[in-house]
Nanobody
Framework: QVQLVESGGGLVQVGGSLRLSCAAS????????MNWFRQAPGQQRELVAG???????NYTDSVKGRFTISRDNAKNTVYLQMNSLKPEDTGVYYC???????????????WGQGTQVTVSS
């Protein structure tokens, strides 16, 4: 099976930084997109940032200029560098990836278990 495992979450002060990592493992033929979502208590899950295999990226407006998504294709790993953190960045951050487990199957979407990010004010 495919597994996505996040790491790097924790407690940080306003204005601080965190770097999240997500490593995909298991039966993987190819990874297209890798994304970070987040969900605050009582809120809908939202897309924070995404990166495709070419390296093109996109960000939600609220994190633009503060967060940077990157990936290491050789390691099947995606990163989210979060700077100038604000209390509203608090939430559970989930890794998501568009993956083929074999060339003959269609793309599927896989999720990590989430990692908590708390920005204290």
């Amino acid at each position: 099976q495919v597994q996505l495992v996040e790491s790097g979450g924790g407690l940080v002060q306003v204005g601080g930084s965190l770097r999240l990592s997500c490593a995909a493992s298991g039966s993987i033929f190819s990874i297209n997109a890798m994304n970070w979502f987040r969900q605050a208590p009582g809120q809908q899950r939202e897309l924070v940032a995404g990166i495709i295999s070419s390296g093109s990226t996109n960000y939600t407006d609220s994190v633009k200029g503060r967060f940077t998504i990157s990936r290491d294709n050789a390691k099947n790993t995606v990163y989210l560098q979060m700077n100038s953190l604000k209390p509203e960045d608090t939430g559970v951050y989930y890794c998501n990836a568009k993956i083929k487990t074999t060339v003959w199957l269609p793309w599927g979407y896989y999720w990590g278990q989430g990692t908590q990010v708390t920005v204290s004010s």
